[in-house]
């Protein structure tokens, strides 16, 4: 069983920043790739930015340059650095691990930026 717990998100004024953090457990074995996915309310839910096999990162086009994915390995934790956050960037972020395949969520966490 995969377990995923995020935390870190919050309510940020605009052009603040904050860091949220993923930390999975459980039967972590052929990972394919781990990173953020983000739902904004009337939206489909987004890549924002992930770890793909090799340890190459994916960005999506409206955070690049603004948003940093980082990870330590030795605690099975990814994290992602949003700075320079606007109002486009309130949403539920979520954490995803694929293995093999599957995709394994987090339960979530509210991001709010106010204008």
């Known amino acids: 069983q995969v377990q995923l717990v995020e935390s870190g998100g919050g309510l940020v004024q605009a052009g603040g920043s904050l860091r949220l953090s993923c930390a999975a457990s459980?039967?972590?074995?052929?990972?394919?790739?781990m990173g953020w996915y983000r739902q904004a309310p009337g939206k489909q839910r987004e890549l924002v930015a992930t770890?793909?096999?090799?340890?190459?990162?994916n960005y999506a086009d409206s955070v690049q340059g603004r948003f940093t994915i980082s990870r330590d390995n030795a605690k099975n934790t990814v994290y992602l650095q949003m700075n320079s956050l606007n109002p486009e960037d309130t949403a539920v972020y979520y954490c995803n691990l694929r293995i093999m395949g599957r995709d394994y969520w987090g339960q979530g966490t509210q991001v709010t930026v106010s204008s």
């Open positions: 459980g039967a972590i074995f052929g990972v394919n790739g």
């Open positions: 770890f793909m096999r090799g340890g190459i990162m």
